[in-house]
């Protein structure tokens, strides 16, 4: 008996230092992420799992594929450059800058959670995004959704957009394919939000924004949903959202402060 109490001692300690032993590096390669930081660690190839710009890094994705999420910190920027592939989800906590230019492919949804103080802004431009795009508690810059009605306002010095290096694709003449819902919510002192020309499969909801520089622009969109605008303040007058007279091909409703569009 004593034998056998010795070997069974001895498998239940091997059993358990294997545990140990291999169960870490499942959980880390699980959890795998990369930083990206121009200047200390720029990404010069495709990335398995997660990606972070840490905050106040600035990040340029030159065409690669990321197979998870990117991650934008606070004062950050992110660039993308054509033909990036996120197979994930963009997720930017107050930001200083995003472009998401043109044939970007993202996979889940697009969030900015609020900005960094004097935030530049930023805009997706032709790209595809599978699911939603959310913009939340906007306290600066210039966000634009697709294509606007006057294009040359993202190449203005007023804007403060920053992208070294040629063809930046700033004046953002092409559309977005959104395969969810487009929201913008309770903006504060934001210079323009711009909604334009985008092929949209779910609702748009635009509510409880203030912009400073101009009307909130929403043209020339088809939506699969609902339009609907709400408590909308311009502070240099009204109307505080306008469709330029491009209209937008809307397959639920329009109301609000959208009614008729």
């Given amino acids: 008996m004593g034998r056998l109490a010795a070997i069974a001692v001895f498998v239940v300690v091997v059993?358990?230092?294997?545990?140990?032993?291999?169960?870490?590096?499942?959980?880390?390669a699980a959890e795998q992420e990369t930083l990206c930081d121009d200047t200390?660690?720029?990404?010069?190839?495709?990335?398995?799992?997660?990606?972070?710009?840490?905050?106040?890094?600035v990040c340029h994705i030159h065409g690669?594929?990321?197979?998870?999420?990117?991650?934008?910190?606070?004062g950050a920027k992110l660039f993308t450059r054509d033909g990036t592939n996120i197979t994930g989800s963009v997720e930017a906590d107050h930001p200083q800058q995003v472009n998401i230019e043109a044939q970007t492919s993202i996979g889940g949804s697009f969030n900015v959670d609020g900005t960094n103080k004097?935030?530049?802004?930023?805009?997706?431009?032709?790209?595809?995004v599978g699911e939603n795009v959310s913009l939340e508690g906007l306290k600066s810059g210039t966000w634009d959704i697709g294509e606007t009605s006057n294009p040359q306002q993202e190449s203005s010095p007023?804007?403060?957009?920053?992208?070294?290096?040629?063809?930046?694709?700033?004046?953002?003449?092409?559309p977005n394919t959104i395969g969810g819902?487009?929201?913008?919510?309770?903006?504060?002192?934001a210079n323009r939000l711009e909604v334009g020309f985008n092929r949209i499969s779910g609702n748009v909801t635009i509510s409880h924004n203030d912009v400073v520089n101009e009307y909130i622009?929403?043209?020339?969109?088809?939506?699969?949903?609902?339009?609907?605008?709400?408590?909308?303040?311009?502070?240099m007058g009204t109307p505080a959202i306008s469709?330029?007279?491009?209209s937008n091909t809307v397959t639920g409703t329009s109301s609000g402060q959208c009614a008729g569009f």
């Fill in 181 to 189: 819902w487009v929201k913008i919510t309770k903006s504060d002192d």
């Fill in 217 to 235: 622009e929403v043209e020339s969109n088809t939506i699969g949903g609902n339009l609907a605008c709400k408590d909308n303040e311009w502070d």
């Fill in 15 to 28: 059993l358990t230092t294997g545990a140990f032993k291999f169960g870490p590096s499942a959980s880390a």
């Fill in 243 to 246: 469709n330029n007279t491009q």
């Fill in 118 to 128: 004097g935030a530049f802004g930023g805009f997706i431009c032709g790209s595809q």
């Fill in 64 to 74: 690669w594929t990321i197979s998870g999420d990117v991650k934008v910190e606070k």
């Fill in 40 to 57: 200390s660690a720029p990404v010069n190839g495709n990335v398995t799992g997660n990606l972070e710009v840490e905050e106040n890094a």
């Fill in 158 to 174: 007023f804007d403060g957009y920053d992208y070294p290096g040629p063809d930046p694709d700033l004046t953002c003449e092409t």
